[in-house]
């Protein structure tokens, strides 16, 4: 893509024609009005921008940055402000072009008093595009009454280590997951007029050892196989309207300096026309952490010729280094016009040429009725039976006992983003703003004529095993111990997961295990619940002499998860969630995907085992299915489709929900393949004895790879396929042949499996 080729009306033209250069860099750049003591963002305080904000607006602004994300604020005060702050932009600024506001939005919008979603991984475990789509379209909703225009979110990056801190605001370890669900999130969203946010391309969850900010080695084929194909679903099947550079080093090549990814792939190859804003102060990273740049003009250059088009939070780069480089002769102003007209593009599609702001709004319900509906089921939906030994569901215990460092807490429902976690951990005393009931509180309301004792038993983190006693104490006592444990979730070195918080051992934080471990030998039934944000090593809990009765998974499942796994508890909601990544075996079998050749997995030639303890795709109910009868067309043409159906049925006595995988192996190509591949998925819900079959319309692009020249092709050959409890699992099986040459994948290739269900 040239610098002058990108369409625009005549209206961004004849602006663009006005504009002095002071005029187009305030387009090009974000300012953090609020921004305090708060560390929301990595090394803010040593990054940001000192100048005023009056003096950076004086030339109009690009955005403005978390207005209402930064600090518990008033919802309607702050509104009142951005409405008279975007009419003193018009009315005082030479040009009159508002700001357009941008804000976090991964579990709901991040504001004071605004409903809390369950996290990214929690969507991943619920295989539940329509479910999630519905939720995008509920937060865009709440932005766009508050004059917010774009929403940092979805994270479409592939996981690929639980040691990974940011694990939580990942969808799953499969790309294809992650690419449905992200663009469900990318349609809802848009469909109410806010521009979603595709983070974080690419490659950021690759990361050296599981490590924020560290270096990626995958190869080319890791990238174009694994970690593009969700950002090219959002792209082509969403039309997502704004992408966010990764932090990443690939191979020594900084992303957000890298034309290849920015826009040869992004733009050029796969057709993005809307615009790329910078991950919080990546631009000056360019000098300060990757030292591929001698100053931040030098950087600024970098990232506009790569295709970065706005600076996010602030223009420590693309303000004043940049202006002084552009007048100096060294760079090219075509360079910054580009970016301009992708810009004020962007403003004349949000409708912002136009607003006049004229009322703001005197009253808002940022988690109404609908929102708390919606959280609830997506909740309930993502929970994941890992074992039971039929504990599971309770009848009705007269006393319980519930345990843990996370029982009575709300914060352990709430992943990094939420603005619990995010901002109000800076703010102590502060309330809420919303009802977040604890499990603790939730098992008591659920089972209202049994004695519920609620004890603490440890912290989430520390050593201090003070309150052991009083805890076997309380589960010796009781006829059942629910033993709530996991993340505190945080940022930078604040909790046990999030952004920053990345970890060497995949054992339970703190004295967590050893707590579980001391009620399990009480002899009291356990029921072991899990509120994490990355997956734990927890093998010794599933199975054995030592294990619990019961295990359940919870990825932060927001303001109505503890109601919801109260539910599962109870038995009033039968289990349907499915784990979106494995369940590690241990920290030393990492980095791990399903997704692996034969020599990824055990072998004879290894002692060390990489064996899950629980697999992709894992999850049990209070009923049992039976999957029979898959059949699958004998023969198709590389390049075509092919259909498969398999017959489900309820062989239990209650209801229940299945979600239907169909996996499949390539079994002889040019290039090593995985022993399993997720082709499709479907949420089967079936009553006492019903039956239903799932027919997979699937495009055999859904089996492509790059090739050993370096495209993606679809090869000839035969193909396994089966579907069961997981990818581990075969079920009923079929076979295959594919005929033809090899077929080059183009834009035309249909990338999404269509399926129907017949009952």
Not at 18 to 44: I, N, S, Y
Not at 195 to 221: E, I, M, W
Not at 422 to 427: C, K, S, T, Y
Not at 676 to 686: N, T
Request: proline share 6%; charged share 20%; net charge negative.
């Amino acid at each position: 893509m040239t610098l002058t080729d990108i369409p625009v009306s005549t209206r961004v033209t004849d602006l663009i024609a006005r504009m002095t250069l002071d005029e187009k860099l305030a387009q090009l750049v974000g300012f953090w009005v609020d921004q305090g003591d708060e560390v929301v963002a990595p090394m803010a305080g040593e990054m940001a921008s000192s100048t005023a904000y009056a003096d950076a607006t004086v030339h109009g602004l690009g955005q403005l940055t978390r207005v209402y994300g930064t600090r518990p604020v008033d919802p309607i005060e702050r509104a009142a402000w951005l409405w008279d702050e975007q009419r003193r932009l018009v009315r005082e600024t030479r040009l009159g072009i508002p700001a357009l506001v941008h804000e976090e939005c991964l579990t709901g919008l991040a504001a004071w008093q605004a409903a809390t979603f369950p996290t990214p991984l929690a969507w991943g475990a619920s295989f539940d595009p329509e479910l999630v789509e519905e939720m995008g379209a509920l937060i865009g909703a709440s932005m766009r009454e508050l004059g917010i225009h774009q929403g940092l979110a979805p994270v479409l990056d592939v996981i690929r280590d639980p040691r990974w801190g940011r694990v939580d605001e990942c969808i799953a370890e499969d790309p294809y997951v992650v690419g449905v669900l992200g663009t469900a999130y990318v349609r809802g969203l848009q469909s109410t007029g806010v521009h979603a946010t595709l983070k974080h391309f690419v490659g950021y969850s690759g990361s050296q050892s599981g490590r924020n900010h560290a270096p990626v080695h995958a190869g080319p084929r890791e990238i174009a196989d694994i970690f593009l194909p969700p950002f090219e679903m959002a792209v082509r099947d969403g039309g997502v309207r704004s992408v966010m550079n990764s932090y990443a080093e690939i191979d020594g090549m900084p992303v957000g300096a890298t034309p290849a990814y920015l826009t040869d792939i992004l733009r050029d190859a796969w057709g993005f026309d809307g615009t790329v804003v910078s991950d919080y102060f990546s631009v000056a990273f360019l000098h300060t952490m990757h030292a591929v740049a001698r100053d931040r003009g030098e950087a600024a250059e970098l990232a506009l010729a790569a295709g970065i088009d706005v600076e996010l939070p602030t223009g420590d780069a693309f303000a004043a280094p940049l202006a002084d480089r552009v007048r100096a002769g060294l760079v090219d102003e075509a360079l910054i016009d580009r970016a301009v007209r992708r810009v004020l593009t962007q403003k004349e599609e949000l409708g912002l040429l136009d607003e006049t702001f004229e009322a703001p709004p005197t009253s808002v319900d940022l988690d109404s009725p609908a929102h708390r509906a919606v959280a609830r089921r997506l909740a309930e939906e993502s929970v994941v039976l890992l074992s039971n030994d039929g504990v599971l569901p309770l009848g009705a215990p007269r006393r319980i006992a519930v345990i843990g460092p996370n029982a009575d807490s709300a914060e352990a429902l709430m992943g990094c983003y939420s603005f619990a976690n995010h901002v109000l951990a800076h703010h102590p005393g502060v309330p809420m703003g919303f009802e977040i009931p604890t499990l603790a509180a939730s098992v008591s309301a659920a089972l209202p004529d049994a004695d519920v004792t609620v004890v603490r038993g440890c912290d989430a983190e520390g050593d201090d095993r003070s309150g052991f006693a009083e805890a076997e104490a309380a589960a010796g006592d009781a006829e059942v111990a629910i033993v709530v444990v996991g993340d505190r979730a945080g940022l930078f070195g604040r909790g046990t997961v999030g952004e920053g918080n990345d970890v060497a051992s995949l054992e339970l934080p703190g004295v967590q295990r050893e707590l579980v471990e001391r009620l399990i030998a009480t002899g009291t039934p356990v029921v072991l619940v899990m509120l994490t944000g990355r997956p734990y090593a927890i093998d010794w809990a599933l199975s054995g002499d030592g294990a619990a009765a019961a295990a359940l998974q919870a990825f932060f499942p927001g303001e109505e998860g503890g109601s919801a796994i109260a539910a599962i508890l109870t038995g009033e909601v039968s289990p349907s969630g499915h784990l979106p990544v494995s369940l590690p075996r241990s920290a030393g079998a990492q980095p791990y995907s399903y997704l692996h050749p034969i020599l990824g997995g055990p072998t004879e030639i290894t002692s060390a085992d990489s064996t899950p303890a629980l697999p992709f795709g894992h999850g049990l109910t209070y009923t049992s299915f039976a999957r029979e009868g898959l059949t699958v067309t004998g023969s198709v043409t590389s390049g075509g489709s092919f259909t498969a159906r398999v017959r489900v049925r309820n062989i239990g006595e209650r209801a229940g929900t299945d979600v239907v995988q169909l996996y499949a192996r390539d079994v002889h190509a040019s290039v090593t393949r995985p022993v399993a591949q997720l082709l499709g998925f479907a949420r089967v819900d079936l009553d006492a004895g019903a039956e239903a079959t799932v027919a997979f319309d699937v495009p055999t692009a859904r089996l492509a790879f790059t090739g050993r020249q370096g495209t993606r092709i679809v090869e000839p050959g035969a193909v396994e396929l089966w579907v069961g409890p997981s990818c581990a699992e075969r079920e009923t099986e079929a076979a295959m042949e594919i005929a033809g040459d090899v077929h080059t994948v183009t834009a035309a290739d249909r990338r999404i499996v269509e399926v129907a269900i017949e009952r």
